[in-house]
Nanobody
Framework: QVQLVESGGGLVQAGGSLRLSCAAS????????MGWFRQAPGKEREFVGT????????YYSDSVKGRFTISRDNVKNTVYLQMNSLKPEDTAVYYC????????????????WGQGTQVTVSS
């Protein structure tokens, strides 16, 4: 089992930045690729990006490429999502998740999920 807890969400103006964190506990964190997904009201869960277990490779959706950056610290068992140039359409609940597949944008192979953190971008 891997327990995941997101933090860092909040309200920000368009053009601003936020950094989300996802702290992991349980099984060996560095065994897993970590992904970020988001879900807006009335919409399906959407892939944001993922980072390899070693941290030396990332993959992003086109909608966030160039604005969002994923990193991880395998000593602190934490993965981060740095979000810059935020837009109102980035408003959603953001989830981190763990998978043994990389790269993978499908939510199905992600075994473990956090509870989510709300990000709201005002125009």
């Amino acid at each position: 089992q891997v327990q995941l807890v997101e933090s860092g969400g909040g309200l920000v103006q368009a053009g601003g930045s936020l950094r989300l964190s996802c702290a992991a506990s349980g099984r060996t964190f560095s065994d897993y690729a970590m992904g970020w997904f988001r879900q807006a009201p009335g919409k399906e869960r959407e892939f944001v990006g993922t980072i390899k277990w070693s941290g030396d490779s990332t993959y992003y959706s086109d909608s966030v490429k160039g604005r969002f950056t994923i990193s991880r610290d395998n000593v602190k068992n934490t993965v981060y999502l740095q979000m810059n140039s935020l837009k109102p359409e980035d408003t959603a609940v953001y989830y981190c998740a763990a998978s043994q597949l990389y790269p993978n944008s499908d939510p199905e192979p992600y075994f473990y999920w956090g509870q989510g953190t709300q990000v709201t971008v005002s125009s």
